[in-house]
């Protein structure tokens, strides 16, 4: 089965603490985003990366910043939580022949 | 990218025929309709994308009016399970992605009924 991991389903974290959430994927995939999703507000998209050490801004990529070293791993850094950040992140990655996308179960970070 | 708009919410009772709509009047002829579904707590799910002809798979079927600015997913025999919220999004040709962005709206909230 194909398999998109995200390390941590639940996090709590402090204002101010710098915080990691990593993604792997076992596709071989070269797409890769991060979404936060926030009730009434559907799936946002932060950040994506097209290939190893590319990137590009989503719609909300202030607060955020990202990591591609590796085609597997897309890793999304809050430098310093802040409690609006608080939230559920969804990391997906996207199949090239169909363009059907594959999500991880997803991070529910609280930021006290 | 073309721009969605979906109905915040349905039900449907249980064994009928959920149908759900999809507008999208500023499709362009290069980009595809995908549907996505999220049961709570988990990730979105793949359901099913089309171009412009009817679509079909063990999940359910997309219909694709002929002037492609809206669509329909439709779920033949809704069970509880299929409660969930549903998000369409059209997208560029499969193979030109480039370094294309994808955005998901609200989507619609479905509700079966027992």
């Not at chain 1, 797409?31 to 290939?51: A, E, K, V």
């Not at chain 2, 009817?54 to 033949?76: G, Q, Y």
């Not at chain 2, 025999?77 to 499969?94: G, K, M, Q």
Request: glycine share 6%; hydrophobic share 30%; aromatic share 10%.
């Amino acid at each position: 089965d194909v398999k998109v991991t995200q390390s941590s389903r639940y996090l709590v974290k402090r204002t101010g603490e710098k915080v990691f959430l990593e993604c792997v994927q076992d596709m071989d995939h070269e797409n890769m985003f991060w979404y936060r999703q926030d009730p009434g507000l559907g799936l946002r998209l932060i950040y994506f990366s097209y290939d190893v050490k590319m990137k590009e801004k989503g719609d909300i990529p202030e607060g955020y910043s990202v990591s591609r070293e590796k085609k597997e791993r897309f890793s999304l850094i809050l430098e310093s939580a802040s409690t609006n950040q608080t939230s559920m992140y969804l990391c997906a990655s996207r199949q090239p022949n169909t363009g059907e996308l594959f999500f991880g179960e997803g991070s529910r970070l609280t930021v006290l | 990218d073309a721009k969605t708009t979906q109905p915040t919410s349905m039900d449907c009772a249980e064994g009928r025929a959920a149908n759900l709509p999809c507008n999208h009047s500023t499709i362009s002829g290069n980009e595809y309709v995908y549907w996505y579904r999220q049961i709570h707590s988990q990730g979105p799910q793949y359901i099913i994308h089309g171009l412009k002809n009817n679509e079909t798979n063990e999940m359910a079927s997309l219909i694709i009016t002929e002037d492609r600015k809206s669509s329909t997913l439709i779920l033949p025999h809704a069970t509880l399970r299929d409660t969930a919220v549903y998000y369409c999004i059209v997208r560029a040709t499969p193979s030109n992605f480039g370094n294309e962005k994808l955005t998901f709206g609200t989507g619609t909230r479905l509700t079966i009924i027992p």
